[in-house]
């Protein structure tokens, strides 16, 4: 179990629902939303891949981290002080994400950042770079805790749009988020 949740854990650091429909632009999503894509992530010593189906509303998240074919299926659902991991019959609660992480994994990792980055937004009130493409639109690229997360595709490449693929790294680690579908009112 520890592997796939630390992968899992991992994947936060970017990156369901059964609806989905049109991709809207960046300026059009609320607070509430979902996406569902593939990521995969690589370290040192490991790499991995898997489908991320991911629901958020405002505070509140429910995130399915699985394999290929549903395999080794997570779940994490969160609310503001209390964040559950659930694999199997196997469960862990912290207060939050970070802290979830640390524990599992012993790496801190700015989870909280998460359902900022995915939508091209730096995490508010922590010092951040940002660069954009040369018409000012699109963000290329958000520098923020060591971390440097990339935008090289989005769904409309014409003007304020949500991303498509998102690549992310850090000392080493490194990881991709490709985006198949976005809502934006759940």
Do not use: H
């Not at 429909?21 to 990521?39: F, R, V, Y």
């Not at 991911?54 to 394999?67: K, M, N, T």
């Not at 490449?157 to 998102?166: A, D, Y």
């Amino acid at each position: 179990m520890k592997s796939l949740l630390v992968v899992g854990l991992v994947t936060l650091l970017l990156a369901g629902c059964a609806r989905f429909g049109t991709q809207p632009g960046a300026g059009d999503l609320t607070e509430n939303w979902a996406l569902s894509g593939k990521m995969a992530v690589r370290n040192a010593t490991e790499a991995s891949s898997f489908n991320v189906n991911w629901e958020q509303r405002a505070q509140d998240f429910d995130i399915e981290l699985s394999g290929p074919l549903g395999q080794g299926a997570v779940q994490i659902r969160g609310a503001p002080g209390s964040v559950t991991l659930t694999q199997g019959d196997d469960q862990v609660t912290r207060s939050t994400l970070r802290e979830l992480a640390y524990e599992i994994t012993d790496l801190d990792l700015p989870l909280d950042y998460l359902q900022y980055w995915v939508r091209a937004r730096p995490y508010p009130g922590i010092s951040a770079t940002i660069d954009r493409d040369t018409n000012n639109r699109q963000v290329q690229r958000i520098t923020q805790s060591g971390w440097q997360v990339d935008y090289p595709l989005y769904f409309d490449e014409t003007g304020e749009s949500l991303p498509r693929r998102i690549d992310f790294a850090r000392n080493g680690s490194s990881g991709r988020l490709v985006i198949r579908n976005w809502i934006s009112e759940l």
